[in-house]
């Protein structure tokens, strides 16, 4: 029973164009939200995260949207650079709970 | 700061062998967390420890032990090891569980 989906496993945008990455989820419950980059051979590394009382946070050229009521949400990369290609993960937790729930993983491809 | 350092990088093991895998983090991090990463199945959670003497179970908890005797080290060791357990295992720590975590580049595991 996955509770964090990311239905995409691959995605590929071309550099200075907007990447979206999505995720989903089950539990109405969580209400801490993060997304993890991951380079192959090395552990995922911090992005950035939403509370559930926000819809929105915004950092340099990342943005994470929330909508609650669709139990969705969407990291933005804008311009996606080649750098940005990697794994990414999007993870949730529960209130009062220090578990963190991750998906599957998006990869993301930036073709120069 | 070395962050969160994971030894060995790659072990191969015998079905039935046991083995620790070692995890140390210099941040002074109370949480501290392993998790296993499967081709297809994003990041699952072994075990956790809110700080030095505490333990609890993730969502694939079988066939590992963890002990946290002090708040820089989180050692996982591996009972009697099975295929199964073939897989990407990472540590990571943070302030609190809700934070974001600090991973270590992890460990990769394959046992015949």
């Known amino acids: 029973d996955q509770q964090v989906k990311q239905n995409s496993p691959s995605l590929s945008v071309q550099e200075g164009r907007i990447s979206i990455l999505n995720c989903d989820y089950t539990n109405s419950m969580f209400d801490y939200f993060l997304w993890y980059k991951k380079y192959p051979a090395e552990g995922p590394t911090f992005l950035i995260s939403i509370s559930s009382i926000k819809d929105k946070n915004e950092d340099g050229r990342f943005t994470v949207f929330l909508n609650k009521s669709a139990k969705h949400l969407s990291l933005h990369i804008v311009p996606s650079q080649p750098g940005d290609s990697a794994v990414y993960f999007c993870a949730a937790s529960l209130g009062g709970s220090e578990k963190l729930v991750f998906g599957k993983g998006t990869k993301l491809t930036v073709n120069p | 700061n070395a962050g969160v350092t994971q030894t060995p990088k790659f072990q191969v093991l015998k079905t039935g062998q046991s083995m620790t895998l070692q995890c140390a983090q210099d941040m002074n991090h109370e949480y501290m967390s392993w998790y296993r990463q499967d081709p297809g199945m994003g990041l699952r959670l072994i075990h956790y420890s809110v700080g030095a003497g505490i333990t609890d179970q993730g969502e694939v908890p079988n066939g590992y032990n963890v002990s946290r005797s002090t708040t820089e080290d989180f050692p996982l060791r591996l009972l009697s090891a099975a295929p199964s357990q073939t897989s990407v295992y990472f540590c990571?720590?943070?302030?609190?569980?809700?934070?974001?975590?600090?991973f270590g580049d992890g460990t990769r595991l394959s046992i015949l």
């Open positions: 990571a720590s943070s302030t609190q569980g809700r934070q974001p975590q600090h």
